[in-house]
């Protein structure tokens, strides 16, 4: 049962209240006083409000933001807003401790586009992974290969991509071969357009002979296509040019609507063709030329 005492008030000017009134008691204020009502024997009594404040400001504000004290969620907001800001320098973030530089790491390379010219591996991929690599934060990569010379750096690409996956966190690959590419001076052939006929795998049929650039059968391209086969990566897909690519990649790539040969030359509005990676592994992996087996023979 609620024993509260109810409680009437009264705001009057202090010149007209009576200092001897029984109806009031009084509350001396100014300019106004504030008269409250007896109720039976009891009265109300009247605390009035301090003069002072009491500083209630949170803790936080009595010394520096600790940043590290919110929920990695909303640090997580953070971060990524001040990322995509042009006009904030993102190197202070990373640069503050190992905490905000793998938080702030996870979402400034998590998608990577780059192009490999033949002239070295790109920066990031390049060197031995440690803690502060930038690689291992790299989730989704989009690789295109646009190479005019040969390069032996390609055998340093496989690996390093491998342990990305394994150690790192690389979950999707996107590999874009780019007009005529590989081409027969980057896989180190003499005759830029040397052809050749090559035994080669199951892919099109055991024991079936294909026509083909003499590079399939280089180091640098069996490496290629053994990364294709098992690169740990459990994303990982390739493409070439639809209007300019070595005629070999049209036996694993889709068939023109229309039924005519690709030839090397797509009709059509597509600008990149999705290469049957399983395929490709099959029929090239150990390809060997005809002429050495006709000689060991």
Request: net charge negative.
């Given at each position: 049962m609620d024993t509260t005492l109810p409680v009437s008030f009264a705001l009057l000017p202090a010149a007209d209240v009576d200092d001897g009134s029984t109806k009031y008691n009084r509350v001396a204020t100014s300019p106004w006083d504030i008269v409250m009502g007896k109720f039976g024997s009891r009265s109300i009594a009247f605390r009035p409000k301090p003069t002072g404040t009491k500083d209630v400001r949170p803790k936080w504000q009595n010394g520096p933001f600790r940043f590290l004290d919110l929920p990695p969620e909303i640090r997580n907001e953070i971060i990524e807003i001040l990322l995509?800001?042009?006009?904030?320098?993102?190197?202070?973030?990373?640069?503050?401790?190992?905490?905000?530089?793998?938080?702030?790491?996870?979402?400034?390379?998590?998608?990577?586009?780059?192009?490999?010219?033949?002239?070295?591996?790109?920066?990031?991929?390049?060197?031995?992974?440690?803690?502060?690599?930038?690689?291992?934060?790299?989730?989704?990569?989009?690789?295109?290969?646009c190479i005019g010379s040969r390069t032996e750096s390609f055998g340093n690409l496989c690996p390093t991509l491998r342990d990305m996956a394994e150690t790192g966190?690389?979950?999707?690959?996107?590999?874009?071969?780019?007009?005529?590419?590989?081409?027969?001076?980057?896989?180190?052939?003499d005759d830029p357009d040397g052809l050749g006929d090559f035994c080669v795998g199951p892919g099109l049929g055991t024991g079936q002979v294909i026509s083909a650039p003499l590079y399939v059968a280089k180091p640098w391209f069996q490496d290629f296509v053994s990364f294709l086969g098992d690169s740990g990566i459990p994303k990982t897909s390739l493409y070439v040019e639809a209007e300019d690519h070595d005629k070999f990649w049209c036996m694993f790539h889709r068939t023109h609507p229309s039924g005519k040969a690709c030839d090397g030359w797509w009709k059509g509005v597509s600008h990149l063709l999705k290469i049957d990676r399983s395929s490709l592994v099959k029929t090239l992996m150990g390809a060997v030329p005809v002429a050495e087996i006709d000689h060991d023979t």
């Open positions: 995509l800001d042009l006009d904030v320098d993102p190197l202070p973030l990373l640069l503050a401790c190992h905490q905000t530089y793998a938080e702030a790491g996870s979402i400034f390379f998590r998608y990577i586009e780059t192009e490999y010219n033949g002239l070295g591996l790109p920066s990031f991929l390049d060197g031995r992974t440690t803690r502060v690599s930038s690689r291992q934060y790299v989730q989704d990569l989009r690789m295109r290969f966190r690389l979950q999707n690959l996107r590999i874009e071969i780019g007009r005529f590419f590989p081409d027969n001076e980057f896989w180190g052939c």
